[in-house]
């Protein structure tokens, strides 16, 4: 909740209250309530929030409260009401924030950039990629990139078409769509090349979706390149303006789609070795839910990745051994599909041919290695219990400590490093 949001709660709450304070208090109180949440508003502007008319909704039934002078009973129900049109706006503002990006933990400042590419061997199938690189330094009054897309108006199209994926109405992902993060769009790189960090986000999941641990990664030196799945993603807005809608269904091809993944983080590796910052000869290909799978099977495919991360991601049960290092991040367990789940990963990493890493967090669910408890509310089931910008420290602090490993030869006790969030499980080369 802002503190204009806060304000015009504050200030609405005096205003109904007022109605039954003593005579000689009661109209002072009003005013200044009133001026309280104009107030509200004006630092809220230009745009405020539907939270916020829920609560502006209960200050108009609160001046008609004023003029039922003797009517007590109505004007207790009036009162009530009122109240509860407030909590329920005060609730809502606060569980379904704007999201507010940590500051990124690394020397650099942050660049990000979009491109889009075709791939001819795939009927010129086209992948959308952002980039978040070292950047040199940059004024602080520089503008910020937009979260979720390259404009606001874009934001609002994959926000929407989210939200419809999960069946939620689209006002619920409102708050995402008002955000800005710390990178700044099309910054001068960094002297240098970096190594590379491909990431495929989870099912119908777009390139954004875990923007946080991508800035904060491109702050200590890597080149992260998020990708838009064409046909998968909610929705993947193309540089002449159409969008391609998400055709997957949780119930669908699933195998298809991981194949069709791993293609793209293929291709767009490839695509990188044009791109001067870019160390394609040091890449990790990584990924949450369903990504995680994609990221694994590439690596399987393809020996150019030097190491895997895999953010809570079931694998194909044909998933075949790999040769990289591998660092899996799973959920708490809860159930038997999560033990089995588990036990097919094991049985995957155990089989490598270099050591690998299971690491179990508590309180940990499906969303919390992303963006989302950044921006929705902070129920265990849903976010998990580690808190808004604990969940995404977890999250770069694991894989960061990984990466320098395995992508940087960084001499580190990887194992204490790891152990430090949770239950950790090594997997010795097989």
Known sequence: ??????????????????????????????????????????????????????????????AAVWLLRRRRWPAVSASVACLALIAAGGGAAWALPVPEFPEPSGPAAVGTSVMQWADPARDQRPVVVQLWYPAQAVSPGAPRAQYLGRTRREAKTVAAAEAAYLGAPAFVLDGPTRAHSHAVVDATPA???????????????????????????????????????????AAVILADGRTLRTRVTADGDRAAWVAARAADLRF???RLGGVGPADTTRAAATGHSIGGAAAMRAAEQDPRFTAVVNLDGGPDPDQGPLRQPVLALTHELKDRADTDYVALLSKILGGGSATSYRLTVPG?????FTDAPLFLPPVPSLAGSLGRTASVR??????????????????ADLPAALSRHGELHTMPAG
């Open 191 to 233: 002297a240098g090349r970096f190594p590379v960090v491909l990431f495929s986000p989870g099912l119908g999941g777009v390139r954004t979706q875990n923007t946080a641990w991508a800035e904060d990664l491109a702050s200590r030196g890597y080149l992260v390149a998020g990708v838009d799945h064409p046909y998968d993603s």
């Open 1 to 62: 909740m802002s503190i204009g949001e806060l304000v015009v709660v504050l200030g609405s709450v005096a205003l109904v209250v007022s109605r039954w304070l003593p005579s000689a208090a009661r109209r002072p109180t009003a005013v200044a309530a009133v001026v309280v949440v104009l107030a509200g508003v004006a630092v809220g502007l230009p745009e405020i929030r539907w939270p916020v008319m829920l609560v502006l909704a209960a200050d108009l039934l609160a």
């Open 364 to 368: 940990s669910a499906h969303l919390t």
């Open 268 to 270: 767009v590796l490839t």
């Open 394 to 411: 977890m999250t770069v602090e694991t894989t960061a400590a990984f990466l320098d490993t395995t992508l940087r030869g960084s001499t």
